[in-house]
Every structure is written in structure tokens, then in C-alpha cells.
């Protein structure tokens, strides 16, 4: 079965410091990662993902993330905070092929001017 | 690109009544759907896994009879939350699932937002 573990229910940055939010996962098969964003009131917005191939991925909004399959991770990670930026991301991961995510708790990042 | 299409965004309904909520995929054929539940400050939990053409596959702990699901067609699936109740208002998110060459490729409704008084 697999699992996501993201590290942090809440993470407050300053604007302009970098963001680092952390996941975790565990899977049998090669996975398929995945960033989300939700901003209040609204639905899930991918902001990257990882399939196959080059294992740093960049995403919308400045933000990437690298694979990193000895350790299992796949973190989350921006040069600079904007304070548009402050969301709740979710991690998540899925088999290749018709399988539903399966979802990290979620982290909350806060923005501090 | 591909958009899936959840309505209403937003319901507020009283108790005992039913609500459905609807899940388009507007210019791919969705062969499979899923419905998935978010609570408070709380990830998504997924519900129910709708194919087309056959019944959802529910997941542990969900109530088949209570969370009605149909996948009538290839572009649609329908969640209704039979006699709704308080305990139910939450943030309910579906998606699809787009077969493509060597993978699949999904995509999320914008959720809808439930709230029974």
C-alpha cells in the first residue's frame, strides 16, 4: 500500500525566504508524484508532478521539487516566498496506471511580511 | 487542455434533504472517476471509485446507500448525498481519469462545498 508523509501541518516563512516543504512517500512500484496547492475556498491546482525522466521538476509559481528515490522524498521548494504563496499544499502519489492519489495530510504555509 | 467540470461549487441544503453533485470531464472520456471527501484541515479521503457503465467500488467506511454514485456516460458521474446531514457539510472533490500512451493522466473538479443546517 502506499503512504505519503508530509513533515509539518504548518510552515511559516518570511516573504522572500525560501519554502521547503517536505514529502515522504512509500510505494512498491516506481510512483507517480504530485504537488498540490488549494487556496481557501477553492479546489486542488496541480503544481507539478513527477512521472518519469529528469527528476527535478519545475512547476507553476517558481515552485520544483526533486525526486530523490534513495531517500524517498519528493520536497517542495521556491527561492522566494511571495506572500500569494500562503496555501495549503498537498503531496500525494499514485501507481502508474488507473489508480487514485493518495493524498498527504497537507501543510499549511504561512507568508509573514 | 483537459477540464473537469464540478457543480454546484457551493450548496447549503437542510437536513434529510438529498443533494447531487455533479462531475464533467468537458473534452476527454473519463473512464473512471473518483470521489473523494475532504474535511477540515484534513486531506482529501477518497469515497468511491465509479467506472463507467458498472457499479462504484466503495471505499471502507463509506455508506453505498448514503453516497449514491452513477457513471452514466464517459463524461459524467454523479455523487448524491442521500438525506443529508450535518455531519456530512464538507468539501467534496471529484476526478478523472484520462487513459493516455503509457500512463493516465488526472484531473480535479474545483470541489463542491457542502453545508447541511
Known amino acids: 500500500a502506499q503512504s505519503v508523509t508530509q513533515l509539518g501541518s504548518h510552515v511559516s516563512v518570511s516573504e522572500g525566504a525560501l519554502v521547503l516543504l517536505r514529502c515522504n512517500y512509500s510505494s512498491s512500484v516506481p510512483p507517480y508524484l504530485f504537488w498540490y496547492v488549494q487556496y481557501p475556498n477553492q479546489g486542488l491546482q496541480l503544481l507539478l508532478k513527477y512521472t518519469t525522466g529528469a527528476t527535478l521538476v519545475k512547476g507553476i509559481n517558481g515552485f520544483e521539487a526533486e525526486f530523490k528515490k534513495s531517500e524517498t522524498s519528493f520536497h517542495l521548494t521556491k527561492p522566494s516566498a511571495h506572500m500569494s504563496d500562503a496555501a495549503e499544499y498537498f503531496c500525494a502519489v499514485s501507481d502508474p496506471g488507473n489508480t487514485p492519489l493518495v493524498f498527504g495530510k497537507g501543510t499549511r504555509l504561512s507568508v509573514i511580511a | 487542455g483537459a477540464v473537469v467540470s464540478q457543480h454546484p461549487s457551493r450548496v447549503i441544503c437542510k437536513s434529510g434533504t438529498s443533494v447531487k453533485i455533479e462531475c464533467r470531464s468537458l473534452d476527454f472520456q473519463a473512464t473512471t472517476m473518483f470521489w473523494y471527501r475532504q474535511f477540515p484541515k484534513q486531506s482529501l479521503m477518497l469515497m468511491a471509485t465509479?467506472?463507467?457503465?458498472?457499479?462504484?467500488?466503495?471505499e471502507q467506511g463509506v455508506e453505498k446507500d448514503k453516497f449514491l454514485i452513477n457513471h452514466a456516460s464517459l463524461t459524467l458521474s454523479t455523487l448524491t448525498v442521500t438525506s443529508a446531514h450535518p455531519e456530512d457539510s464538507s468539501f467534496y472533490i471529484c476526478s478523472a481519469s484520462q487513459p493516455l500512451d503509457g500512463g493516465e493522466k488526472l484531473f480535479f473538479g474545483s470541489g463542491t462545498q457542502l453545508s447541511v443546517l
Open positions: 465509479s467506472n463507467e457503465g458498472s457499479k462504484a467500488t466503495y
